[in-house]
């Protein structure tokens, strides 16, 4: 039983028709090739399946397909392109924060989330919002000061902005 | 430290782009044309004879293209000992061993035919214990160990549960130890652990119609999966293609073999078709390979200056179902018992036992963090015992230029030095700890010392070659899962042909049939050998270019330079840049001299020695060795007994820093990974039904953003190795080996506990605190 709906994803309407069952991850990864978000564990445990619904960080194998009728999906892949990378990309790339890059694509929209709502967080407030991504590569370390600078050249950018 | 243009400076990590932005592609993203989707059918028994095996009704479900068994396919398969099979065959031996696997259209058919299969099972007496296991009434776990297939350096002891056996004897240890002013002995314990790398295994097959094979896999050791695949199945490496994707973490767990003979399987059963197995988060923990546990039990006999005169190791390995891979860490362990220290007299005994519990392998540190969980302890135990500081009596007995290891190898001043690496850290720790309200505070150190475990001729080799535009590319294939194997390559090749780096591009996603044959991405050993490798590549290709550019410019080769793309004359006849060169060089005239610039080059190391068969005494059983230390300082909260670290300081001597950027990244990934064994990460079975209780992210915790330390500090001693790469050795692997131990320390000098079983839960130190209190 296939439910149709209709979903922006990066910023491009989808019509799709999904089964009852399916996860949004699965929908991006094997109905529309976005292979960004990864499946670590299919269980909401690890992080590194992460994309935006509305803005938000969800865990993508925890929602329906379904439920993103109607609403907006950011992946890593409607980000940045090369030369005009998003700061967090950047900063990813300044700090060393990527080793495997496996938990990269989920750890960049959990961070994006984050600097959307807050964008000046205090250390703690990053540690906690990365908290349920896991990366067993980096030690965090340098993912942290990533994100702080990625936060700089955010809040940097917005002022240059106003008017 | 010396830098290069390129190579000691922090290049940014030429893979990283495809990274942050989603391109990169591991083995999950590739879209294979009609894929079949792979079920194992996983023994629930820890220990049983398989009496049948029926598939009647698994085949019957829509959409299921095969089934295989170890009936098809009882083929032996291992990298040093053969003493698995692709299937069980006969028995199983452990709570998840592959009995059989389907092949289906959907993941939900191969789902429901696995469930169909039924395997008469009768149960046997399951081993948990190496203690056990190595007692003569013991069940056996392998009944056949004389028949199995063995290197000749590894010693399973056929009507025992011992996979193999490694004996150091050096000086007189019975003499010795009877004129010792104090003997301590004690015992560590090492649970099995899970790598948990954030991409799960996973393989895909496919055999064509011809009969060739093409395997697709997230892999360590693409040359090593096509060497043994062969031997398994009886195919020719002609006909045999392994190709790595992008690796999302390894940690040893993808060395050796692991999945591929599965999927190879199920791919004879289906010509034509790819056959792709992902393992669930569930199955990546006790159905993947693990990290052996560990009983230790280490006796250390000390003259009254606090020179150690006497010192024996007693290493039990929990090697777990099987030990193909694990007898080698066995072996490791053994030439290297003694860890960073200079014993006269040695009594070593390194010993891998079989149990019922998920296969032990190869992880990061290759037995190394296991026996310095126990020396390093032991080292503060004597330390206090003689009432001398820990630092100073590591100081009096460690390794250094002119010292002995336990296999009697004479360390030269190119080895490396943990004097210094203790000192630094010492030094770091100067001032005295802050108190802090509610809190018991310590600090504590360990060392550490690995070298490569590898055969003697482990090779690694490179292709470099030109492009019409004066790109170089450089074809490696040791895996870059994420060490930053690429970017290093990248540095050495733009060092050595002074080219800009982003003149540079390194091809690395290794396929047998197109790459250069590298033996396996383990043992830290790609930057020094690959490296090695490169710059011999590169003095090729120099000479290549020199010889047409000499012919061009009228000018001797001695006098010629590389700059910037160019070849230049240094006496002043001039330059030709390298685009006219790279693909020969046409004169005027229309006559061309050379042509393409290429090299190929190779790493082996040089004049290993086996060990002797009885002693383990060799003057060079292996290539180089990295030193360390590493400090920590905790808080522990007396109410919960919760640790928390709030400072981490690493030294080693890398010989040369490569990487600025990368060597930190590997030393905060291998701090907080070991962060995770010494404190919270243990894989727990259920000793009556042999089932892992914590296959899962939840109960079974590694460290998060939240665990990460306040302080997080990492320097380098550089004593360059003679061998290295412009001097640099290994680190990879090291940065995870003292942590645990390091923590332990500090926990007694915190609050006057000692816990000698990893990993050093609040439960047990809430639980010791309590003893201590009721003794008063
Ligand atoms: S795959 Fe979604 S949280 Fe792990
Ligand atoms: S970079 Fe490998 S898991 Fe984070």
């Known amino acids: ?163 | 430290m010396s830098q290069g243009r390129w190579v000691g400076r922090d290049v940014l990590r030429v893979d990283g782009l495809e990274k942050v932005t989603g391109a990169a592609r591991y083995l999950a993203d590739v879209k294979l044309p009609r894929m079949l989707y792979a079920q194992v059918v996983r023994s629930p028994h820890p220990h049983a004879r398989v009496r049948e095996v029926d598939v009647s009704r698994a085949l019957s479900v829509a959409g299921v293209r095969a089934v295989a068994t170890g009936r098809d396919f009882p083929f032996h398969v291992g990298i040093y000992l053969k003493d698995q099979t692709v299937f069980a065959t006969d028995r199983v031996r452990f709570v998840g061993d592959p009995v059989a696997a389907v092949a289906a259209e959907s993941p939900e058919a191969a789902r429901e035919a696995a469930a169909l299969v039924r395997v008469e099972y009768e149960p046997l007496p399951a081993l948990f214990d190496v203690r056990q296991g190595i007692l003569p009434d013991a069940p056996l776990v392998h009944p056949d160990l004389g028949k199995y297939q063995v290197v000749p350096w590894i010693t399973p002891q056929a009507g025992t549960n011992i996979c193999n056996h490694l004996k150091v004897r050096k000086g007189d240890y019975h003499a010795a130890l009877k004129t010792a002013a104090h003997v301590v002995e004690n015992t560590f314990v090492v649970p099995q652990v899970q790598h948990v790398p954030m991409e799960v295994h996973g393989s895909a097959a496919r055999m064509d119609l011809s009969g060739k094979l093409e395997v697709l896999t997230s892999a360590q050791s693409p040359f090593t999966v096509r060497h043994l695949l062969c031997a398994c199945f009886g195919l020719s490496h002609g006909d045999v293609r392994v190709m790595v994707p992008q690796v999302g973490g390894g940690f040893g767990g993808k060395a050796g073999i692991n999945l591929e003979p599965i999927v190879t399987a199920l791919a004879m059963r289906v010509p034509g078709r790819w056959v792709r197995l992902v393992l669930t988060r569930a199955e990546e923990f006790y159905a993947a390979v693990v990290r052996q546990g560990l009983v230790a039990t280490l006796t250390t006999g000390v003259d009254r200056s606090g020179k150690v005169v006497a010192q024996r190791m007693h290493y039990l390995w929990d090697c777990g179902a099987y030990g193909g891979y694990g007898v080698n860490v066995v072996r490791a362990a053994g030439y290297t018992c003694g860890g960073a220290y200079e014993f006269p007299n040695v009594w070593g005994d390194s010993i891998g036992v079989y149990t019922n519990r998920p296969v032990g392998s190869a992880y990061r540190g290759f037995g190394m963090q296991e026996i310095h969980w126990a020396l390093e302890q032991q080292m503060d135990m004597v330390a206090h015992e003689i009432g001398e500081d820990p630092i100073a009596f590591r100081l009096k007995n460690c390794l250094g230029p002119g010292k002995r290891t336990v296999t009697g190898q004479l360390l030269d001043e190119h080895s490396g030095r943990v004097d210094q690496c203790i000192q630094r850290v010492a030094q770091a720790f100067s001032e005295p700890l802050a108190t802090r309200p509610g809190r018991l505070r310590g600090r504590g150190l360990a060392c550490a010392v690995k070298a490569p475990a590898m055969p003697n001729d482990a090779a690694s080799s490179v292709l470099l070659k030109f492009c019409e535009d004066g790109v170089l590319e450089v074809l490696v294939s040791g895996i870059d899962y994420g060490q930053g194997l690429r970017t290093v390559a990248a540095q050495f090749a733009a060092e050595a042909l002074n080219l800009p780096i982003e003149q540079v591009r390194v091809r690395n996603l290794p396929d047998t049939d197109l790459s250069p044959y590298d033996w396996q991405t383990v043992a830290s050993r790609q930057t020094w050998a690959t490296g090695n490798a490169i710059l011999r590549a590169a003095e090729k290709c120099k000479a290549q270019l020199f010889e047409t550019a000499s012919q061009v410019l009228g000018a001797p080769v001695e006098r010629l330079a590389l700059r910037d793309g160019q070849v230049v004359d240094t006496g002043g006849a001039g330059r030709v840049p390298i685009t006219r060169l790279v693909m020969g060089y046409q004169f005027p005239d229309g006559h061309v001299i050379g042509g393409p610039v290429a090299a190929a080059a190779h790493h082996v190391p040089e004049g290993l020695l086996f060990l002797d068969p009885q002693t383990s005494q060799s003057a060079k059983p292996v290539a180089k060795w990295t030193f360390g230390a590493q400090g920590v300082e905790i808080s522990v909260d007396p109410d919960t007994g919760h640790i928390q670290v709030d400072r981490v300081v690493a030294c080693y001597d890398v010989g040369q820093v490569v990487n600025q950027g990368l060597i930190l990244g590997q030393t905060y990934g291998g701090v907080v990974q070991g962060l995770g064994t010494g404190l919270m990460e243990e894989l727990k079975l259920d000793l009556l039904t042999g089932k892992a209780q914590n296959a899962n992210l939840v109960d079974y915790k590694i460290p998060t953003a939240l665990d990460v330390p306040a302080a997080l500090e990492a320097s380098f001693v550089e004593t360059p190795q003679k061998d290295g790469p412009m001097g640099a050795r290994g680190i990879g692997e090291h940065t995870m080996i003292p942590t645990p131990a390091a923590l332990a320390n500090a926990l007694y000098a915190a609050c006057g506990i000692r816990i000698q079983e990893m990993p050093l839960t609040a439960e047990k130190v809430r639980a010791a605190l309590r003893e201590k209190r009721a003794k008063g």
Request: negative net charge; hydrophobic residues 40%; proline residues 5%.
């Open chain 1, 1 to 163: 039983m296939a439910i149709p709906i209709r979903v922006k994803v990066n910023g491009q309407v989808e019509a799709l028709e999904v089964a009852p069952d399916e996860s949004l991850l699965s929908m991006l990864r094997e109905r529309l090739d976005l292979t960004g978000a990864k499946e670590g564990c299919n269980e909401g445990e690890c992080g590194a399946c992460v994309v935006l619904l509305d803005g938000k960080a969800v865990n993508a194998c925890l929602v329906l397909a379904a439920e993103a009728d109607g609403h907006e999906v950011t992946t890593i892949e409607g980000l940045g392109r090369p030369g005009a990378l998003h700061p967090l990309q950047k900063a990813f790339l300044a700090h060393q924060a990527v080793q495997c890059g496996f938990c990269t694509p989920g750890m960049i929209m959990t961070a994006l989330s984050l600097l959307l709502e807050n964008p000046a967080p205090t250390e703690e407030e990053v540690r906690t919002a990365i908290s349920g991504n896991l990366c067993r590569c980096t030690g965090y370390r340098q993912i942290l000061d990533a994100v702080q600078a990625a936060a700089q050249e955010m809040r940097a950018g917005a002022q240059g902005r106003r008017p």
